[in-house]
């Protein structure tokens, strides 16, 4: 069932909503922009309310994905669930394997399971914006940040308050990490680029 849990976590983020959402608005995320499906491009074609609603949707399938997964495999079926909707956000299977970014489905993921580490990582993200000028150097960052607290929490047997047991957050970050870090590594260069240009 755990593999069973991965792979409804992954249809749960091929799910285009983003782009669903800013059509209905008359926008193509895909072709605008950044061509992004995300909540940044979202921001910058249709604005905050369009930013927000794509951002909480995904946010909401990212814990959806969870729930499925807890319910059909316990607590390591969530961890997969939630890993597999971030692949399938940013390895989308319905378009050649190019996706989001999968930060706020990510967000999503760790609200469900790790409410702890969404607050560091968010709280990263916000300081690394300001110092760096960057949100791709922020969440380099950050995911440094959730991949150091994770394997904390662990060590000190810290309350997770809900969601996965200490001992498997080092696997939740590990994996996140692997996922989400080639494209906003992607995008920090290409800030340093036009930063020198």
């Not at 969404?118 to 110092?131: N, Q, R, S, Y």
């Amino acid at each position: 069932m755990t593999v069973v849990a991965g792979l409804i976590g992954y249809a749960v983020g091929t799910i285009p909503t983003a782009v669903w959402l800013a059509r209905a608005r008359g926008i193509d995320l895909r072709q605008g922009g950044s061509g992004n499906p995300g909540a940044n491009n979202a921001r910058q074609l249709g604005g905050t309310g369009l930013a927000a609603a794509v951002l909480l949707v995904e946010i909401g399938k990212g814990a959806g994905a969870v729930i499925a997964g807890n319910a059909l495999a316990g607590e390591v079926g969530a961890i997969v669930a939630g890993l597999g909707a971030i692949a399938g956000n940013v390895y989308n299977l319905w378009y050649r394997f190019k996706g989001g970014k999968g930060l706020g489905i990510a967000a999503g993921v760790m609200l469900a399971l790790w409410p702890g580490g969404l607050l560091v990582m968010l709280a990263t993200i916000a300081g690394g914006a300001l110092l760096t000028r960057s949100s791709g150097k922020a969440t380099l960052i950050a995911l440094g940040m959730a991949m150091a607290g994770s394997v904390a929490w662990w060590m000190w047997e810290w309350d997770n308050a809900w969601g996965a047991p200490a001992r498997l957050l080092p696997s939740l970050a590990l994996g996140t990490v692997a996922l989400i870090f080639p494209k906003h590594l992607t995008d920090a260069r290409a800030h340093a680029k036009r930063a020198t240009v």
